[in-house]
C-alpha cells in the first residue's frame, strides 16, 4: 500500500498558486467549450439547415481568421504581457460564440465564426506564455500536461452536460449552450484578476528588451520543423474531432447524447492518465513519444469506419467510443512532449511571438480540417478515416528523423532526478559564491530556455 500512496503522491504537480488559479479559470471555460463546439457542426447543419460542406467552412472560418490575429497578438503578449492578451482574446470570444444564438443565414455564421477567431488567435499563445513564465522551466511539462487534464475535464463535463441539454428539435436548447459558452469566457477573465503578469524580458541593465521580429524566430529553422510536425499532427488527428459529431449521428446513427457520452469518455481516460503518463515520461525522448503517438491515433481513426459500415445502434455506439478513447491516449502523450518542447526551444524575448507560431500551426489545422472534412464527409466519409489514419502513421515516422535535429538538452522531458542531479554539489566541492543563493553576491541564473535559444541562435546565424 506504501508504494501505491508514494506514486499517487509523486503525482501532485505542486504547481505555483498563480498556475493553479490560471488553470481553474481554464476549467470553467473548457465546461462552457464542452458545452457547445462539440455540436456546433449538428447546430449548423441539423439545426439551423446549413450544408454540411458549408458548416464545414464556418467552422473553418474560425481558424482562418487566428491565421491573421494569431501572429498580431503574439507580438502583443511580448510588448504587454501574456495576461492583458489573454483577456482581451477571452472578451472577444465571448461576443463571437454569443452571437451564435442568433444564426439563422450562412453569413450571419461566417460572421460569429470571424469574430470568435479573432479571439481564439490569442488565446493559446497567450495563455501558454502566461503558463510558462509563471511555472519553473524543470516544472512546465507536469504544468501542461495538468492544463491538458482541465481543458479536458471541462469539455469532457460540459459535453456530457451538452449532450442531455441539445435537441434537434428544439433549437433554443443549442441557442442555451452558446449563452452558456460566452459567459464562461467571462468567468475567465474574472479569474485572471487573480492571475500576476510575469516580468518582460529584461537586457542586463534592468531596461526591457526590445522584443525582436518574426524574422528571428523563423531563422530558428529547427522550431520551424516542430511545427511543421505539430501542423501535421493536428490536422489529421486534433482537427478531425470537429468532423467526428457529424459523422456518428448522420452515418452511425449515434445521438447527440451518445456523442456527448463518447467525449465524456475521451475526457474521462484524460483526466485519468494525463498526469500518471506525464510522470512516466519523465526524462525519456519526446520523439519515440510522438512516434508512438502517431500509431496510436492510426488505429483510433481506423476504428471509425467500421461504426458507418457495418454496425448500428450500440454496436456502433460502442466501436466509436473505443476509438474517441484511445485518441485520448495519444493526446495525453501530444500534451506531455508539445507545448513544453515550444517552451524549451523559445528565446524568453520572443515568447509570444514563439507561442503565437506554435498556435498559428493549429489554426492552419483547424482551418484546413473541418473544410476537408466537410467535404469528405459528403462525398467520401469513409475514406476521411482511413486517410487520416495514414497521414498519422507518416507524421510518427517523421519525428524520429527530427529528433537528430533538436538541440541534446531538449530531447528528453525534464525528470525530477535528473534535475536534482543537475543541482547535486559532488561532496568535497566549494560552491561558487555567485551562484549561491544565500549569498549576498549571488546573481540569478541563466534561464534554460534561454541559455537552449542562444546556442541554438549561434548555431544558424544572428537576427
Not at 549576498?440 to 535559444?453: G, K, L, R, S
Amino acid at each position: 500500500m506504501r508504494p501505491v500512496l508514494a506514486y499517487v503522491r509523486s503525482l501532485n504537480p505542486r504547481l505555483p498558486r498563480s498556475v493553479q488559479i490560471l488553470q481553474a479559470g481554464g476549467l470553467a471555460n473548457a465546461f462552457g467549450n464542452g458545452l457547445a463546439i462539440p455540436f456546433l457542426f449538428i447546430y449548423l447543419h441539423n439545426v439551423r439547415g446549413i450544408a454540411l460542406a458549408t458548416a464545414g467552412l464556418v467552422i473553418a472560418t474560425n481558424g482562418a481568421v487566428s491565421l491573421v490575429s494569431g501572429p498580431v497578438l503574439g507580438a502583443m503578449i511580448d510588448r504587454v504581457g501574456g495576461r492583458r492578451t489573454l483577456a482581451f482574446s477571452l472578451v472577444t470570444m465571448a461576443i463571437g460564440y454569443g452571437l451564435y444564438p442568433f444564426v439563422h443565414e450562412p453569413w450571419q455564421a461566417f460572421g460569429a465564426a470571424a469574430i470568435a477567431g479573432i479571439g481564439n488567435g490569442g488565446f493559446w499563445p497567450s495563455q501558454s506564455s502566461l503558463l510558462a513564465g509563471l511555472t519553473p522551466p524543470e516544472q512546465r511539462h507536469t504544468a501542461f500536461a495538468t492544463q491538458r487534464v482541465m481543458m479536458n475535464l471541462g469539455i469532457g463535463l460540459g459535453g456530457l452536460a451538452g449532450g442531455l441539454i441539445a435537441s434537434a428539435a428544439n433549437p433554443r436548447t443549442f441557442e442555451a449552450l452558446f449563452a452558456l459558452d460566452a459567459i464562461t469566457f467571462l468567468v475567465f477573465v474574472a479569474a485572471l484578476t487573480f492571475v500576476p503578469d510575469p516580468p518582460l524580458a529584461s537586457s542586463g541593465d534592468g531596461k526591457a528588451e526590445r522584443p525582436g521580429r518574426y524574422a528571428d524566430v523563423l531563422r530558428h529553422r529547427v522550431f520551424v520543423a516542430v511545427l511543421t510536425l505539430n501542423f501535421v499532427f493536428i490536422l489529421a488527428g486534433m482537427a478531425q474531432l470537429e468532423t467526428f459529431p457529424a459523422y456518428a449521428k448522420n452515418f452511425a446513427g449515434v445521438s447527440e447524447l451518445g456523442i456527448g457520452l463518447a467525449f465524456f469518455f475521451n475526457t474521462l481516460v484524460i483526466v485519468l492518465a494525463q498526469l500518471p503518463i506525464a510522470h512516466a515520461l519523465s526524462g525519456r525522448r519526446r520523439m519515440p513519444t510522438l512516434a508512438v503517438l502517431g500509431v496510436v491515433w492510426a488505429a483510433s481513426w481506423a476504428l471509425i469506419p467500421i461504426a458507418g459500415t457495418w454496425l448500428t445502434g450500440g454496436a456502433a455506439f460502442a466501436i466509436l467510443v473505443v476509438a474517441i478513447t484511445l485518441f485520448g491516449i495519444g493526446e495525453c502523450l501530444h500534451g506531455t512532449v508539445q507545448a513544453p518542447l515550444v517552451a524549451d526551444l523559445a528565446d524568453p524575448r520572443l515568447i509570444g511571438r514563439y507561442m503565437a507560431l506554435s498556435a498559428w500551426t493549429w489554426s492552419v489545422a483547424f482551418t484546413l480540417g473541418p473544410a476537408i472534412g466537410g467535404f469528405a464527409l459528403a462525398h467520401a466519409p469513409q475514406a476521411l478515416w482511413l486517410v487520416a489514419a495514414g497521414i498519422c502513421l507518416l507524421a510518427g515516422a517523421s519525428s524520429l528523423v527530427l529528433e537528430r535535429a533538436l538541440p541534446v538538452g531538449v530531447r528528453r522531458t525534464p525528470g525530477r532526478r535528473r534535475a536534482e542531479e543537475a543541482f547535486a554539489v559532488p561532496s568535497g566541492t566549494e560552491m561558487p559564491t555567485m551562484d549561491d543563493p544565500l549569498s549576498t553576491h549571488a546573481h540569478a541564473a541563466p534561464d534554460p530556455a534561454h541559455a537552449t535559444a542562444a546556442g541554438l541562435e549561434r548555431g544558424h546565424g544572428s537576427a
